[in-house]
C-alpha cells in the first residue's frame, strides 16, 4: 500500500519531533506497508503515535492520534456532549409524496371490521400535488354550476307609455322623448346582465388531473378510507353517527358508493348535515375539498381507477 505525505504536512509534524522522541520511540528503518499496518492495529489505535517515514533519504517524522471509539447516547465513557444534541424533533416522512407508487391501504367497513387490503394505483392516488391545477377545476365547477338567470329590462322591456313627457321647447326643463330611460325612477337598466351560461372550457385531462391530485392530497394527509361496502343495518341515523363519534380530527365525511346510493344510508345519512353521499360517477374536486374525510367502498375505487385510466376522446 503505497503512502504520500505533502510537504506541507511534513513541515507542520516537524515541530513535533522533540515531543515523539519522549512519548514513544521513532521508527527508522525505512516504511514498509507491513510495519504501518502493525502499528495501527489493536490497542496502538488509541494512543498517539510517532513514525519517522523513510523513503531512502532523510527521515520524516510523523505524529497522529488515532481512535476507533464510536460516541453514543449508551457510552459508558461519560455523559453525552449537549451541544451534539438537538431539542429540536426531527420528523421523518414515512414516503415520498407525489412518486406515483402504488399505495398499500387497510380496507374495513362502518363496524370496524377487518376486510384485508387493497392496492391503490399510484398514477391516481399518489400524483405530485399542485395548487394551480386544483384552483383551476374548482373555478371551472363554480362557474359552470352557475345558473345564469340573471336578467335586467332593457327600454323596449319596461312597461310605461312611449309618449313624448312635454314639448320640445318653451318649459325651460331638459329635453326629454320618453319617461322609460335609465334616468327615470322605474326605467330601463342600461348594459345590465342578461341570461347567459358563465361555463368556460378547460381541458379534460387537466380535469382529470385536478381529481388526481384530489385524492392523492387526502391519501397523503391518511384522510382516504377504503371500506369494503358502504352497507348499513337499518336506516336509522345513529349507526352513522356511532361510527363518526369514533373517528377523531374529523368533522365532515364524503361517502363514495361504486353504485346508486343505498336507500338505507340514504336515509341514515340525509339529517346529517357534515356526512353526504355520492355515487362514483359524481366525484368531484370541490365535494372532495369541502370534507376533511372521504370514505371510499372498494367499488367505488375500482370504477374511479378505471375511469381514470380510460383514453380520452379527442
Same mark, same amino acid.
Given at each position: 500500500?503505497? =503512502? &504520500?505525505?505533502?510537504?506541507?504536512?511534513?513541515? !507542520?509534524? $516537524?515541530?513535533? #519531533?522533540? @515531543?515523539?522522541? %519522549?512519548?514513544?520511540?521513532?521508527?527508522?528503518?525505512?516504511?514498509?506497508?507491513?510495519?504501518?499496518?502493525?502499528?495501527?492495529?489493536?490497542?496502538? =489505535? &488509541?494512543?498517539?503515535?510517532?513514525?519517522?517515514? !523513510?523513503? $531512502?533519504?532523510? #527521515?520524516? @517524522?510523523?505524529? %497522529?492520534?488515532?481512535?476507533?471509539?464510536?460516541?453514543?447516547?449508551?457510552?459508558?465513557?461519560?455523559?453525552?456532549?449537549?451541544?451534539?444534541?438537538?431539542?429540536?424533533?426531527?420528523?421523518?416522512?414515512?414516503?415520498?409524496? $407525489?412518486?406515483?407508487?402504488? @399505495?398499500?391501504?387497510?380496507?374495513?367497513?362502518?363496524?370496524?371490521?377487518?376486510?384485508?387490503?387493497?392496492?391503490?394505483?399510484?398514477?391516481?392516488?399518489?400524483?405530485?400535488?399542485?395548487?394551480?391545477?386544483?384552483?383551476?377545476?374548482?373555478?371551472?365547477?363554480?362557474?359552470?354550476?352557475?345558473?345564469?338567470?340573471?336578467?335586467?329590462?332593457?327600454?323596449?322591456?319596461?312597461?310605461?307609455?312611449?309618449?313624448?313627457?312635454?314639448?320640445?321647447?318653451?318649459?325651460?326643463?331638459?329635453?326629454?322623448?320618453?319617461?322609460?330611460?335609465?334616468?327615470?325612477?322605474?326605467?330601463?337598466?342600461?348594459?345590465?346582465?342578461?341570461?347567459?351560461?358563465?361555463?368556460?372550457?378547460?381541458?379534460?385531462?387537466?380535469?382529470?388531473?385536478?381529481?388526481?391530485?384530489?385524492?392523492?392530497?387526502?391519501?397523503?394527509?391518511?384522510?382516504?378510507?377504503?371500506?369494503?361496502?358502504?352497507?348499513?343495518?337499518?336506516?336509522?341515523?345513529?349507526?352513522?353517527?356511532?361510527?363518526?363519534?369514533?373517528?377523531?380530527?374529523?368533522?365532515?365525511?364524503?361517502?363514495?358508493?361504486?353504485?346508486?346510493?343505498?336507500?338505507?344510508?340514504?336515509?341514515?345519512?340525509?339529517?346529517?348535515?357534515?356526512?353526504?353521499?355520492?355515487?362514483?360517477?359524481?366525484?368531484?374536486?370541490?365535494?372532495?375539498?369541502?370534507?376533511?374525510?372521504?370514505?371510499?367502498?372498494?367499488?367505488?375505487?375500482?370504477?374511479?381507477?378505471?375511469?381514470?385510466?380510460?383514453?380520452?376522446?379527442?
Amino acid at each position: 500500500m503505497a =503512502l &504520500s505525505i505533502s510537504r506541507r504536512i511534513v513541515r !507542520s509534524f $516537524g515541530s513535533l #519531533s522533540t @515531543l515523539c522522541s %519522549r512519548a514513544s520511540p521513532i521508527v527508522t528503518p525505512p516504511f514498509q506497508t507491513s510495519e504501518l499496518s502493525g502499528l495501527i492495529t489493536g490497542d496502538n =489505535l &488509541s494512543h498517539a503515535e510517532c513514525f519517522s517515514f !523513510s523513503t $531512502g533519504g532523510p #527521515s520524516f @517524522l510523523g505524529f %497522529r492520534r488515532f481512535s476507533t471509539a464510536i460516541l453514543t447516547p449508551d457510552s459508558n465513557g461519560g455523559a453525552f456532549p449537549s451541544d451534539l444534541l438537538s431539542s429540536k424533533t426531527i420528523l421523518t416522512p414515512e414516503r415520498t409524496i $407525489g412518486i406515483y407508487e402504488d @399505495l398499500v391501504v387497510p380496507v374495513s367497513n362502518f363496524h370496524n371490521e377487518d376486510h384485508g387490503f387493497m392496492v391503490l394505483a399510484g398514477d391516481v392516488f399518489d400524483v405530485p400535488i399542485r395548487k394551480d391545477i386544483i384552483h383551476r377545476v374548482v373555478r371551472w365547477q363554480l362557474a359552470k354550476r352557475q345558473q345564469g338567470t340573471h336578467s335586467t329590462k332593457t327600454i323596449s322591456e319596461v312597461s310605461g307609455t312611449g309618449r313624448k313627457p312635454w314639448r320640445q321647447k318653451g318649459t325651460g326643463r331638459a329635453r326629454h322623448g320618453t319617461l322609460r330611460g335609465p334616468q327615470f325612477r322605474g326605467g330601463a337598466t342600461m348594459h345590465g346582465p342578461k341570461p347567459r351560461s358563465h361555463a368556460f372550457k378547460l381541458n379534460k385531462k387537466v380535469r382529470r388531473l385536478g381529481l388526481k391530485i384530489a385524492l392523492s392530497a387526502r391519501a397523503a394527509e391518511g384522510k382516504l378510507l377504503v371500506f369494503e361496502d358502504l352497507e348499513v343495518p337499518t336506516h336509522k341515523t345513529k349507526n352513522i353517527v356511532n361510527y363518526v363519534n369514533q373517528m377523531e380530527n374529523a368533522k365532515k365525511f364524503l361517502l363514495v358508493d361504486g353504485g346508486p346510493i343505498n336507500e338505507k344510508l340514504k336515509l341514515a345519512t340525509q339529517n346529517l348535515h357534515y356526512v353526504n353521499v355520492l355515487p362514483s360517477i359524481g366525484l368531484n374536486v370541490y365535494s372532495i375539498l369541502q370534507h376533511d374525510t372521504l370514505v371510499m367502498s372498494r367499488d367505488a375505487v375500482n370504477r374511479i381507477v378505471e375511469r381514470m385510466h380510460t383514453p380520452i376522446n379527442r
